[in-house]
């Protein structure tokens, strides 16, 4: 494996990993975000209250998106199986 091919397969991880965490990640942030108006807006400073909306969000992303996630990890994996004895060359 050379320098090139190396570059190119950590290229196409980091792209493929903050693809697939994306979705989860917004769903964390925007719920953290709409929690925390509501929480100002009320003046209830619950820490718990602020955990089980995320956590149902996330956990609601990622049964939906749970397809699309395994099937872009198994393409990357096949593919990147596909072209291993290329790189032993």
Not at 18 to 28: C, D, E, N, R, V
Not at 49 to 61: E, G, N, Q
């Amino acid at each position: 494996m050379n320098i090139e091919q190396a570059v190119e397969l950590l290229r196409g991880l980091i792209t493929i990993v903050l693809m697939l965490i994306s979705p989860i990640l917004i769903t964390a942030v925007v719920g953290g975000l709409v929690v925390s108006l509501i929480q100002s807006a009320t003046s209830i400073q619950e820490q718990t209250l602020s955990f089980v909306p995320k956590l149902l969000a996330v956990a609601l992303v990622l049964i939906v998106s749970a397809p699309w996630i395994l099937r872009n990890l198994m393409q990357f994996t096949t593919s990147h199986i596909a072209r291993m004895a290329e790189v032993t060359k």
